[in-house]
């Protein structure tokens, strides 16, 4: 591949800890550019020394963080996404050989969107703060306080997002953070490193660790931490979550979903299309909040998957991601390959209808073709279990009620959304999708400014709006006795 140089994407160091790069002293991690195959960085796992020296770091950094008015914690982290955008090119081709996806996607949805991040919770710094309660003679006041050292851990497709969305939240509250991105995709989290260090964070405010599932339980279980932050699988969730309830750590669960979009008779076929075509295409379906069960109202059936098929098939361009002209990458690993292709086949073993794709591209690399099954009923594994990956199911309802039920009878609440002209039954169905976020007439946008998360096994807690503050703060009460003090005996 012309443009992958091995060397160029290496860091420093695996680990980031107290301002510095330092190399792992663990198992290693070796990098793999998902278009060849080939590796294109050497990294290590943290060994136990080194997840409790970047531990002990955020402890010791947190507290003069804190102490600084929230205007100046503010300040560097607005610094940091300044910098983000002025290396907009040279970060998103790095995480273009980390993850696989395209450069045409990263330019404008991965450090992109982490700058947003620093630039929103940047500005809320210096507006954080309590409230004054009057109590007749007495009143009280809250404090907003960080919580402490906070552990944010990330999966492996929008690594620098999840790692920006985790920590401007945190560092704006006044927070020291350690994060362990996934062991699949461990590099831009390091470049954010730096980056905030270039901005004039204190070291040790915020740390990278790399390693996999232990590394991370490491983490979960140290007493130091006051919460858990993760981005994963609803397996991984599960077990996190436990951990942390045994130090009544607070926790934000983003977890996996099998989102629906209802698409009725009366809608823009068009605009269906595009949002079912975004909703599990873009990043080659590896996105958390994908509508991958799409239900198609019967009378528009035949239409929605003509035009379905036409747009893909004439509109994919698979090839070498770092080519601004592709649009269409290879999965991030071989083995999330394996996967798709497994419920590939469990898709056609179980009777639905390939409509396109279905296989592995004939090429170099972990890519699979986008894959369109119709005929999809409630019962099949292709509609039930998150697959991660561009595999969409169609299915066929007749009725609004009957939409909406089937819609909502999954274990997920992660995502929905509606596609309709009318008014009133876009919001009527968005208010009855058991779901964290419902689009009407459109899919997938997740900007900052709008909370962001799931509800039942797809999480708990919100990234992002401003209550994100809550979920990185607690209050403390003072109540103020005016006297004189009453005493019973
Ligand atoms: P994963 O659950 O396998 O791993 C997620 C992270 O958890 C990794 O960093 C991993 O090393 C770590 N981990 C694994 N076991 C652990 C343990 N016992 N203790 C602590 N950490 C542990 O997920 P993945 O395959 O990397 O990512 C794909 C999943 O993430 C999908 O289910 C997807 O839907 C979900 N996801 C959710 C969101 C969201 O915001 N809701 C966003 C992106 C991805």
Redesign the pocket.
């Known amino acids: 591949m012309a443009n992958a140089d091995p060397k160029s994407v290496q860091p420093e160091g695996s680990l980031f800890i107290n301002g510095g790069f330092v190399a792992g002293a663990g198992a290693a991690l070796p990098v793999i550019y998902p278009a060849t195959g080939q590796v294109v960085a050497e990294l290590a796992e943290a060994d136990g020394g080194q997840v409790d020296a970047a531990l002990a770091a955020a402890v010791e950094a947190q507290k003069a963080w804190a102490a600084l008015p929230g205007v100046e914690r503010g300040r560097v982290l607005r610094r940091a996404a300044d910098i983000i955008r002025a290396r907009n090119a040279e970060l998103s081709r790095i995480e273009t050989m980390d993850t696989g996806k395209p450069l045409q996607e990263t330019l404008v949805a991965d450090p992109t969107s982490a700058a947003d991040a620093l630039e929103y919770f940047g500005g809320q710094a210096a507006m954080l703060g309590g409230d004054h309660i009057q109590l007749g003679r007495d009143w009280a006041y809250t404090i907003r306080e960080p919580l402490g050292v906070c552990v944010g851990?990330?999966?492996?497709?929008?690594p620098m997002q999840?790692a920006a969305?985790k920590s401007a939240p945190a560092l704006a509250c006044g927070n020291a953070m350690v994060f362990?991105?996934?062991?699949?995709t461990p590099l831009t989290a390091l470049a954010l490193a730096e980056i905030y260090r270039e901005a004039g964070l204190p070291d040790g405010v915020f740390n990278v660790v790399q390693?996999?599932?232990?590394?991370?339980?490491a983490?979960?279980n140290d007493p130091r931490v006051a919460k858990?932050s993760?981005?994963?699988?609803?397996?991984?969730?599960r077990?996190?979550y436990a951990?942390a309830a045994e130090g009544m750590r607070h926790v934000t669960?983003?977890?996996?979903?099998k989102s629906p979009i209802l698409v009725f008779d009366d809608a823009d076929l068009e605009d269906a299309v595009s949002g079912a075509i975004n909703g599990n295409f873009y990043a080659s379906g590896?996105?958390?909040?994908?509508g991958t069960r799409v239900f198609v109202q019967s009378g528009l059936m035949d239409a929605f998957l003509e035009r379905l098929k036409a747009r893909l098939e004439a509109g994919i361009v698979a090839g070498d991601p770092l080519d601004e002209a592709v649009n269409y990458g290879p999965m991030v690993s071989n083995a999330?390959r394996q996967i798709v292709l497994g419920y590939v086949e469990k898709g056609l073993a179980e009777g639905a209808r390939l409509i396109t794709g279905g296989k592995a591209m004939d090429r170099e690399g972990f890519y699979v073709e986008p894959t369109v099954f119709a005929d999809v009923t409630d019962d099949m594994t292709i509609a039930r279990e998150?697959i991660?990956g561009p595999v969409m199911s169609v299915l066929s309802f007749e009725t609004e009620e009957e939409g909406i039920a089937r819609a909502n009878a999954t274990e997920f609440g992660?995502s929905g959304a509606v596609f309709t002209a009318d008014l009133t039954r876009g919001h009527r169905v968005a208010a009855a999708l058991e779901c964290g976020s419902a689009w009407i007439n459109a899919y997938n946008l997740t900007p900052v400014e709008v909370p962001?998360?799931?509800s039942k096994m797809?999480?708990v807690g919100r990234?992002n709006g401003p209550r994100a503050i809550e979920n990185f703060s607690q209050l403390k009460t003072v109540y103020v006795g005016m006297g004189p003090v009453e005493a019973a005996y």
Do not use: D
């Not at 390693?211 to 339980?217: I, Q, T, Y």
């Not at 590896?286 to 994908?290: G, I, L, W, Y």
């Open positions: 851990i990330g999966a492996w497709n929008y999840i969305w362990k991105p996934s062991e699949t390693g996999r599932g232990e590394v991370g339980a983490l979960v858990v993760l981005t994963g699988s609803v397996p991984t969730g077990k996190v951990a669960m983003e977890l996996g979903g590896q996105v958390c909040s994908n999330q998150e991660f992660l962001f998360g799931g797809s999480g990234e």
